[in-house]
């Protein structure tokens, strides 16, 4: 095995307490962390060590000592799990792409699982049965949108990096080939590569750069700006391709099915989308509700928005532009029978936005987040109001062989 190598000296701020730089040591895994990253302990200190699995035993290197925990290298495996595969990238533990190609699939969802229901334990003190996280069909070949880059090439300079970061890095790696991205990416992969050199043999960057690659209906495109579609379900979806949206596709039907399920059991008539981005929880759920509003910080997403409402001859949705913070003052629907999809960026809701959606009280609450520990944050606050009880916690793997859970967490009023 190949692994990574780190400066034969100390860095000048290195503690060594309690190991020595590159001191090696051997030790059990006992668990994986959000990160990604094995972790174990000796005589009760902490090691963490990316790409060693549990169940376990490793030799580690270390490289970094903080006050009640360590980082480690991995160096070797002397007693590996049942669950350890293959990776298929021959680049995995040197891109920083991927953290699990080494570890079996069915164990990343029971681990991935495990870790929604560990967060929300001990970052929210909230005890509940989590639902055992929703495979994606594709656990390779998945990945819609990629985004490489590249350093500023030398004048002249034609054999340069173009790829992903290195792990634990800010270097550029050269990639070739993802095997995570569809096989339609990797096929304009080399062409789009062989244009760069082109064009930084000629002279012509001044700077590095990020290269977008999506594929949707209408193919591959690098432009940013290009209207593009995807299909959901029975909706046809229209977006700048530099926007965000899903890049799982293959799962994305499942994902937001149970999200608009969730939000219109009970009874509910009105749908609010607080952070609706081009409309697709709120388009998805539309004839399950008499009126739907999203709404979006961007004007942009909010016209994709309308215009989908109308070239899906939905005419139920109303979308407006403004701050999720403001949005209940343009609420008219009854509370009692409104439903809420939120969907927040990854630093999660403010507190704003939840006091004031606490002050509103729908009928339920439908929670999605692409990072479980800023959701169960969020959680704890709805729930210490006293209004609200958790029913339904389910993980979806939108990422395979990646650390990254997308969790929808459904709340109901008492």
């Not at 590249?150 to 993802?178: M, Q, T, W, Y």
């Not at 999200?259 to 989308?273: E, F, M, T």
Request: proline share 7%.
């Amino acid at each position: 095995m190949k692994f990574e190598q780190r400066p034969p000296r100390a860095p000048r701020k290195f503690k060594p307490v309690p190991y020595a730089y590159h001191e090696e040591i051997e030790l059990e895994v006992s668990t994986l962390t959000n990160r990604g990253e094995g972790l174990g302990r000796v005589n009760g200190w902490v090691v963490m060590v990316p790409f060693a699995l549990p169940g376990e035993r490793i030799v580690a290197r270390i490289w970094f000592n903080e006050k009640n925990f360590s980082r480690g290298d991995l160096v070797r495996v002397l007693t590996p799990s049942p669950a350890r595969v293959e990776p298929v990238c021959p680049l995995f533990k040197t891109c920083g792409g991927c953290q699990y190609q080494n570890l079996s699939y069915e164990s990343q969802l029971a681990w991935k699982t495990q870790q929604v229901r560990e967060l929300l334990e001990r970052l929210a003190k909230i005890d509940v049965a989590v639902n055992p996280c929703h495979g994606s069909p594709k656990e390779y070949g998945y990945r819609t949108k990629i985004t490489p880059h590249f350093e500023k090439p030398h004048a002249g300079e034609s054999d340069f990096p173009i790829g992903f970061l290195r792990h634990n890095s800010r270097s550029v790696i050269d990639v070739a080939n993802c095997p995570i991205a569809t096989d339609a990416i990797n096929a304009e992969f080399p062409k789009i590569r062989e244009k760069i050199r082109e064009k930084a043999a000629a002279g012509e960057y001044d700077c590095g750069a990020t290269i977008l690659m999506r594929e949707t209906l209408e193919g591959v495109t690098t432009d940013a700006n290009a209207q593009v579609s995807e299909r959901v379900g029975d909706l046809t979806l229209r977006f700048l391709a530099g926007d965000f949206f899903q890049n799982n596709p293959f799962v994305l039907p499942e994902f937001v099915g149970f999200g608009v399920r969730a939000a219109s059991s009970g009874g509910c008539k009105y749908l609010v989308d607080a952070y609706c981005g081009s409309g697709l929880f709120a388009l998805s759920a539309a004839k399950l509700f008499a009126r739907v509003l999203g709404v979006e910080v961007s004007t942009f997403a909010v016209e994709k928005a309308r215009e989908n409402a109308r070239c899906n001859n939905l005419g139920n949705c109303e979308f407006v532009a403004g701050s999720s913070e403001t949005i209940f003052a343009q609420v008219a629907f009854p509370p009692s029978e409104t439903a809420i999809i939120i969907d927040p960026p990854r630093k999660g809701c403010t507190p704003e936005f939840i006091s004031q959606m606490m002050e509103f009280s729908p009928r339920r609450i439908v929670y999605v987040s692409c990072a479980p520990d800023t959701q169960a944050r969020d959680l704890k606050i709805i729930l210490d109001s006293g209004k609200y009880e958790l029913e339904e916690v389910q993980p979806f793997d939108l990422f395979p062989q990646t650390r990254h859970i997308e969790n929808i967490a459904v709340l109901n009023h008492k």
